[in-house]
């Protein structure tokens, strides 16, 4: 219990004394991922603020592939706005789809690869912190960002062990309202997995006769 109200004591400093900067990233973050729930386009409005803050404070604090990890979201940002208003055959728009397992294990597979040796040059060409850990975060992100963008509803899914990571990078940096903000980003995760579940469904004329 000692413990537990140490933590709590810590939380509340922190967020007393934190960077106004960081609050108003927290805010726009938390905006994003809401309106992303609901597959609102303006979602990628609140992500482009969001993420160019976030890339000055991660340099900041030396989490280097965070950093460049949000000028990739910055770019995804008019990406994914394009695409979830002009996409499709139609120019309306790309609904909600689903990818089958063999598809996802070869992505995680080839993002895994891939992020070994951006950890490697990290660890031995720059001063990043956990350059191991936070490449492979950045690497699956780079992927699930993509995945967001194409509205592929196991997004959610990668989001969720994501974020459980990042808790820990985070945490280790003292950056402890954005910590506390990923722990809500995974049980948004999961209520956004359902969410786009429910939509998918709707979509598929089999599934609403049953």
């Avoid at 592929?152 to 506390?180: A, C, H």
Wanted: aromatic share 16%; glycine share 4%.
């Amino acid at each position: 219990m000692a413990q537990l109200w140490q933590l709590i004591s810590q939380v509340v400093t922190e967020a007393q004394s934190m960077d106004l900067w960081e609050a108003l990233a927290v805010i726009l973050a938390l905006a994003y991922l809401l309106l992303a729930m609901k597959a609102s386009v303006w979602c990628w409005g609140a992500a482009l603020a969001s993420t160019a803050i976030y890339t000055v404070l991660f340099w900041k604090v030396s989490l280097l592939m965070e950093s460049v990890l949000n000028l990739y979201y910055m770019a995804m940002a008019f990406y994914g706005y394009w695409l979830w208003r002009r996409g499709g055959e139609q120019q309306q728009g790309i609904a909600v789809s689903t990818w089958p397992w063999q598809r996802h294990l070869l992505l995680i597979v080839i993002t895994t690869i891939l992020s070994w040796p951006v950890g490697w040059f990290m660890a031995n060409h720059t001063h990043a912190s956990f350059p191991y850990l936070d490449s492979v975060t950045t690497c699956f992100a780079v992927m699930t960002t993509w995945l967001v963008a194409q509205k592929v509803l196991e997004n959610w899914l990668y989001w969720v062990v994501i974020d459980l990571v990042s808790i820990y990078l985070y945490v280790s940096k003292g950056l402890m309202l954005t910590s506390l903000l990923f722990v809500l980003y995974v049980a948004l995760a999961v209520g956004g997995y359902f969410l786009w579940r429910a939509d998918w469904r709707a979509q598929q004329p089999s599934l609403v006769e049953r």
